[in-house]
């Protein structure tokens, strides 16, 4: 199996307020979209496209190692993806879709939602459960219902597809549609999804703390 990986990379990162984007900020010295990149290609990924903001493609270009393509990015990370997957080579028969703000996903996810792929699903994601008590809450913040987290999972990222099930659903999509991730995209198509387990590092770095966990895990060695 050839399998592509395209990297969501083009986000501000308004939310970090690292004054550049999410994807460059720095993690032990080295940009996130980095970390992503080479976890993808220590898990098999044969072929990588970074989806970036336009306005900063040279500075992703002079970090990302050579043979990665590098594309611009949509207003949304749904476009940013479709614009990604129209830059994959022809002989990947896999897609995998990952954040660059996810990066120190282990290798062993990657490998395991190829592993699904190569086993024949046409669609993957990395879950893990829900610890917390989960509550819906009304538009003044009163709590309305709980809701049973026993079936609940968080959704990570690498999600891995059959090329041709994730072209044909992105085909089928709204223009302007803007979905969270590339599992709701197949699944609006019809396309079963399942799952793999997932890992706490695979967490996402939305707000400062998160860097900053991110940096103590490498500290002790936990990546
Ligand atoms: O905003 P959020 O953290 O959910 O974004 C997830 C991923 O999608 C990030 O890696 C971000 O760079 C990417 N993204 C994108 N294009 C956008 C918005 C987000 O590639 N327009």
Known sequence: MHAAAIVAAAGSGSRLGAGLPKALVPLAGRPLVCW??????????????????????????????RGVAVVDGGASRTASVRA????????????LVHDAARPLTPAAVVARVLAALEAGTPAVIPVLPVVDTTVLVDDDGLVTDAVPRAPLRRVQTPQGFDRASLVAAYAALDPGADLTDDAA???????????????????????????????????????
């Open 84 to 95: 990604g997957l129209a830059a994959i080579g022809p002989a990947a028969t896999a897609v």
């Open 185 to 223: 995209v197949v699944r609006r198509a019809g396309v079963p999804v399942s799952t793999v387990d997932g890992d706490e590092r695979c967490a996402k770095v939305t707000v400062a703390h998160d860097l900053t966990l991110a940096a103590l895990a490498l500290t002790v060695g936990e990546s």
């Open 36 to 65: 992503a990149v080479d976890t993808l290609l220590d898990g098999g990924v044969s072929e990588v496209v970074v989806v970036v903001p336009a306005a900063q493609r040279a500075e992703f270009e002079a970090v990302l190692p």
